[in-house]
């Protein structure tokens, strides 16, 4: 059994507004991504000064961990026989936005995930690395349909 995947998403998709308590899931799932955050230190400036300086191998644990946690779960999905479609390849696609991201994230100490955990800890800078990322996407949806997809 396939995913549909849409080639595009509308841009005003007629889906019905959830509940709230439909998004109690949803608020628990990501204050406990929070708390795993701030208590693993991921969100942490030093540790990813650390990784990037080649100083430790704290955040590439964390990050390979990750990605074997991600590797077992579409296993246990096509196992379970959901097919998962990989996007499209693009051309530069992936470098540019890899590129991007490093950047980011090399510049600000902290990637888009942690933000909402950074927030409710009380760390004042975190408020500025929102906005950028507030700005970022803002800027993505005006360029979206200049860019290559």
Known sequence: ??????????????????SVLGLVPYFVAGGFFGFLAIRSEIASWYRIYEMFRFE???????????????????RLLRRWGLEIRPSEPGRYRYLLGGVVFGLGWGLVGACP??????LGSGV????VVF??????????GWLQRRLPH
């Open 1 to 18: 059994m396939a995913l549909p995947i849409p080639d595009e998403f509308p841009l005003e998709a007629s889906r019905p507004t959830p």
């Open 56 to 74: 430790s191998f704290h955040m590439y644990g964390i990050i390979g961990s990750a990605v074997l946690t991600g590797a077992l779960c579409l």
């Open 113 to 118: 995930g942690p933000i909402y955990a950074l």
């Open 124 to 127: 004042a800078g975190a408020g």
């Open 131 to 140: 906005l950028g990322a507030l700005l970022g996407t803002y800027a993505y």
